[in-house]
């Protein structure tokens, strides 16, 4: 179901938006395969991942949404639970101990993904080395 956020001054963010998704459903592929917003609280960065959670929705497009504020066994669980939701049997044997980046290539083993990261704290060291071991393997993975 469509929201009815509006966007004031985010025209350029929806083009990336369109953009991104027209390359990943007739290339497969994203030329810059990270794209990043970013600002102060309460400028709409969590309302534009929701405009692209509808875009995932529209195009049947698989997406996993995570909080990077979590700590790993939190993180990895969340990532966990929604792979769960495009497979009906178990993705891996032992899905519960994998790790977030073997999940999720299996999932890339199908097609394009979209992840989506949330309250990323560029001051926080220890969350930024999460997420850029996660997209350092996938990018690599995935080419």
Same mark, same amino acid.
């Given at each position: 179901m469509p929201s009815f956020v509006s966007f004031v001054n985010r025209v350029s963010e929806l083009s990336l938006i369109e953009e991104a998704f027209s390359d990943l459903l007739y290339?497969?592929?994203?030329?810059?395969?990270?794209?990043?917003?970013?600002? !102060? +609280?309460?400028i709409g960065k969590t309302s534009i991942l929701t405009k !692209?959670? +509808?875009?995932?929705d529209e195009n049947t497009i698989p997406y996993i949404s995570a909080d990077a504020d979590q700590d790993l066994p939190q993180f990895s669980k969340k990532i966990q639970e929604q792979i769960k939701r495009y497979y009906k049997t178990n993705i891996l044997k032992d899905a519960e101990h994998a790790e977030p980046v +073997?999940?999720?290539r299996a999932l890339l083993e199908r097609g394009p993904l979209v992840m989506l990261l949330d309250a990323v704290d560029t001051t926080n060291e220890n969350q930024l080395l999460q997420v850029e071991n996660l997209l350092r393997e996938l990018i690599l993975y995935n080419k």
């Open positions: 290339k497969q592929h994203l030329n810059t395969p990270i794209i990043d917003f970013y600002g !102060v +609280e309460g !692209v959670i +509808e875009k995932c +073997e999940l999720l």
